[in-house]
Nanobody, 118 residues
Framework: QVQLAESGGGLVQAGGSLRLSCAAS????????MGWFRQAPGKERELVVT???????YYADSVKGRFTISRDNAKNTVYVQMNSLKPEDSAVYYC????????????WGHGTQVTVSS
């Protein structure tokens, strides 16, 4: 099993920045792909960014150029630097992980709230 613990959410004004962290523990060898999802009230959960063990990244179009995901394999931690935040970025952000051969994310954190005020 893998446990994921997010931190770094909070309240920020539009145009500001936040950095989210996700620390994995347990069977971390299984965290081939780690990503961040977000879910705003009344909306479906959406994939925001992902990073593989080797550093390959994916960004949703809505965050390209503003968010940067990075991974410290030695610390089993993933970070997402969020710059130029917009009110529409407000959501609960969830860290998730899966093994490379599984298309579904297998482990999830509890989520951290990000609120961007206009």
């Amino acid at each position: 099993q893998v446990q994921l613990a997010e931190s770094g959410g909070g309240l920020v004004q539009a145009g500001g920045s936040l950095r989210l962290s996700c620390a994995a523990s347990g069977r971390t060898v299984s965290t081939d792909v780690m990503g961040w999802f977000r879910q705003a009230p009344g909306k479906e959960r959406e994939l925001v960014v992902t990073v593989t063990w080797s550093g390959y990244t994916y960004y949703a179009d809505s965050v390209k150029g503003r968010f940067t995901i990075s991974r410290d394999n030695a610390k089993n931690t993933v970070y997402v630097q969020m710059n130029s935040l917009k009110p529409e970025d407000s959501a609960v952000y969830y860290c998730a992980a899966r093994r490379v051969y599984n298309s579904n994310y297998e482990w999830w954190g509890h989520g951290t709230q990000v609120t961007v005020s206009s």
